[in-house]
């Protein structure tokens, strides 16, 4: 390599050091620490039955050991959460669809009432006490294999996959 050639090959570095410094860390510290919406929050039972108001005013009840991750703040088009665990999940009514994840599963809807009971470290058992909901199954790779629509009574075991009763 020559001198002309190292020269270019150091500013090309030099260039690519100073656009992580000028974009990429700045970027990363607002998000981190200034744009609250993009921090999740994991609230835990531990140990024994709680309730917890989501920002929408929606109410979860966790069972013991079970936990909810959700933003401080849901965005203007989705509220989204994901749970591990039992829970009586009380939905309020808002235009923004409330989408609960569990395992490789999205429970989608607006309002409604869902008993979600951990059967054992890999099944879920989910109860639809009241609403319309739309469950989107994924597969491994993160595409969406399944949808079901399920209504008020319906129960769906989440192991491998999901199972309408």
Known sequence: MDKGQKNRARKTLFVLIGIML???IPNTVYNRYFNIKLI???ENADGSDSLVVLPDGSEV?????????FTKEF???RRKTELRGGASVQIKKDVRPF?????????ISNHGRL???????????VLVENGDFGLEEYNKDGELENLYSLG??????????AEIK
């Open 61 to 69: 009840f966790l069972h013991q050991d079970a936990s909810i991750t």
């Open 22 to 24: 000028l974009y990429y």
């Open 99 to 107: 989408k609960l994840k569990i395992k490789r599963c999205l429970l």
């Open 40 to 42: 999740p929050i994991t």
């Open 115 to 125: 008993l979600v009971k951990k059967i054992n470290a890999v099944k879920y058992e």
């Open 75 to 77: 965005p203007d088009d």
């Open 152 to 161: 008020m009574n319906d129960k769906v075991i989440i192991g491998e996959y």
